[in-house]
Every structure is written in structure tokens, then in C-alpha cells.
């Protein structure tokens, strides 16, 4: 297993390139001593691995047509098997961030509305057949509520509901060391999606919070992560504002409509198409 300093100023760095899976692979990176990000190309979300004294801990799984690079890295660079991750926690129930479960047998959480979407194989949400993916008889062994406290031995992960980007998300926070994995309701430079489920009032309700909480680096579940408590504040305070512009356009073209024209849409189970 690789060992790494102890270092409040710790910069990210770059461990290996897939070599094996190329495009398809993933990018080890070590962003803090003990947490490894599995940055993924193009598709997919990016996994994250926390080595604990007491419990290995995987973020997310990510897509499943990666899993292979998932476990050629994990073995060879950082030297540990899929058998010694002790706990998946799910940050929601988007495909991209689930398929991969399959594989590992140890207990796996999720927030109590991301836990209830998976085990009933809701395509509408977790949009795994429109993606080629079967997502059927996944489960989720443990169901997450706000503020529960995860002990790991030298990491304390703390579970914060943030629903907007989906009711099920969540984000996970070291509240000593003040880091926090972000999944897809923060990102670098951009506003979260919101699909069903997700409400665009309360994704900003919840990035408020996120608002009031220090933390001095961010990693999310695509794109880049953020370092330093000031970059971070202004990442949050940017995506509150466009999504409240975003809300503000959006209602004010449904006021602009005639009456009947504002009348609500079918049931999204019964639609012909579904938006993306």
C-alpha cells in the first residue's frame, strides 16, 4: 500500500494514467494522504477512496463499463483488493454513479430517497436502461439520514442531505479537516442539472447551507476540484446566484404564458418522450 505524508498543505498529485483501459479507464490522482480520486474520462462519475484505520470507504462506484480500470488501479498502485473495501456510500441513485455496485458484496449506503429509487429499479430516475445499464436487484444495505456521523478510525465523514440535483443527494464532509466530497450538487465553474426528483428551489436552499459550513477544499463527482476555504465560498455563492436565475427565468416564462398554455404537464410516467 502506498504511504503518504501528513501534510495540511498537501497539493493533489497525479499517480498513474490508465495504461491498460486508456479512454475507457479512470486517472488515479491522490488528493489528500489517504484519499485517492478515480477521476473518470468523458462518461461516468469519479470515484473516490478514503484508506481509514478502521474502514476503507468508496464513493461512489462509478459506471460499470469501467470497473475494470476501477480494479486494475486499486490493485496495482494502491495495493489493496475489492474485498478490503469495508463500505460504499452513494452520493444519489444516477446511473452513472451506481452500475458498478454489482460488484462489491460489502454494505453499501445511500440517503433513506436514493436508497428507496434503487431498490425499486426506478428507470424514470436513475436512467440506467437509457444508458444500456441494468440496474435491477441492486441493493442498499444502509439508508442514510442528515447529520449521521460515519467514524472511520483517522477520518470522521459526516452525511449532509443536499436535494436538488435529485431528493436522494447527498454530500459528505470531514468536518476536522474541513474537506468535503460534493457528488453533483457542487461543481468547479458550473450549476448542477436538476432531473426528477430534484427541485431547483431546493438545491439552492441547500447550497445556502453548504454557504454556512467551512470547508477549505471541495471535490465533486465530475470536472475539477476546488482548493482553499475562499474559492470554495465563491464556487457556492456563484451557483446560488445562477440557479436563482434560473428559477427567476423559468417562472417568469410560465407567467408570460396565456392560461391555458400554463395548465400542468402529464404524469412523466406516461410520457412519450423523455427530456434529458
Known sequence: MIQEENDTLFQPRLIKEDDLYGKEGYILNLMRPNVYQFHSYGSGSHVYLIIGENLNVL???GVITKFNSLNYLLTTEIGIKIEDINLVINTHEHFDHISANAYFHCP???????ATKIQHTDELITKGRKRGVDLS????????????????????????????????????????QQYM???DTLFKGATTNIY????????????QFLYTLRINSFFPSHGKFVLGEENVKNEIHSSIKNAEIELETYIYRLKSKPPEEGKPPPSLYKRDQEDL
Open 59 to 61: 464513493i461512489d462506484t
Open 108 to 114: 453499501i449506503a445511500a440517503h433513506r430517497w436514493a
Open 137 to 176: 436487484n441492486l441493493k442498499i444495505n444502509i439508508w442514510l439520514e442528515d447529520r449521521n456521523i460515519i467514524d472511520i478510525g483517522n477520518t470522521i465523514l459526516k452525511i449532509i442531505e443536499t436535494p436538488g440535483h435529485t431528493s436522494g443527494s447527498i454530500c459528505i464532509y470531514e468536518p476536522f
Open 181 to 183: 466530497f460534493t457528488g
Open 196 to 207: 426528477e426528483s430534484g427541485s431547483i428551489s431546493e438545491y439552492i436552499n441547500s447550497l
